[in-house]
């Protein structure tokens, strides 16, 4: 019987926030927001080892609450123009794992099915793709019926179309912010100008449930992911015990 691979996940999250500051400890159910993501790592089957990394010691604290290692970020990976791809390189390197798949979580995304980040490696290793990351449906915030105006308030379609049902919209997706599944080989891989170069070339999707995942940026979306933990019952655990890799 083959071995799976080895998974390290990831965990980002900034200090400074400039839409919702601190949200990435801001209590959420019971406890940080970051200790959600630090949850779903641990209980994911696939998951071997779980680090955070930060710039900031609230962060850390809560993290090694959560009984995790910490990597603090050095301040020109910290900053708002920042590339997600740099800090978790950097995760990487220093944590000197050696694990073929690496795992990104946000900070920020407290909600996520429970087998949100088992399906995303999953269908990585099955096939041998070089990155898998989850989608939701974008719905009625559709293409096709966004608009401008222009300087007299006029509407101007974004696409001239005729759909007037929801049902009828041609499906379109957009990253949810639950997880992304990498390979080490692709994480590495840095091509000026080209931003999601770290994703590689045979990039595959899993599709989330609707408002099964949950990305904080607002106040608003704090309290959504809050009602939402709170009615799964969602209890902070326990951390005693809790072995640190």
Avoid at 69 to 85: F, G
Avoid at 113 to 129: C, H, M, N, Y
Avoid at 171 to 185: E, F, K, N, S
Avoid at 198 to 225: H, N
Wanted: glycine share 6%.
């Amino acid at each position: 019987m083959t071995s799976r691979p080895r998974v390290l996940a990831v965990i980002i999250g900034r200090a400074n926030s400039k839409g919702l500051p601190g949200k990435n400890v801001m209590p959420i159910a019971g406890q940080p927001m970051v200790r959600h993501s630090i949850d779903d790592a641990h209980q994911a089957d696939c998951v071997d080892r779980v680090i955070v990394s930060t710039d900031g010691e609230a962060i850390a604290d809560a993290a090694r609450a959560g009984g995790v290692e910490v990597i603090m970020r050095p301040s020109d990976l910290a900053h708002d123009t920042a590339t997600v791809d740099s800090a978790v390189r950097h995760a990487v390197e220093y944590s000197d794992d050696q694990a073929p798949i690496i795992v990104i979580l946000y900070a920020n995304v407290p909600v996520r099915p429970d087998d949100l980040i088992d399906r995303a490696v999953t269908t990585l290793i099955e096939t041998a793709a070089d990155s898998v990351q989850s989608y939701a449906n974008v719905g009625k915030h559709h293409p096709y019926w966004m608009v401008s105006l222009d300087e007299q308030r006029r509407v101007q379609p974004h696409v001239r179309n005729t759909v007037y049902r929801r049902q009828d919209l041609p499906q379109l997706l957009i990253p949810d912010g639950g997880v992304i599944a990498v390979t080490r080989t692709s994480l590495f891989k840095v091509v000026e100008d080209e931003p999601h170069a770290f994703l590689g070339e045979d990039r595959r999707g899993i599709i989330s449930p609707e408002g099964s995942v949950v990305d904080v940026d607002s106040a608003i979306d704090a309290s959504v992911a809050e009602a939402i933990l709170l009615r799964s019952g969602a209890k902070p655990s326990p951390v005693k015990g809790r072995a640190v890799h």
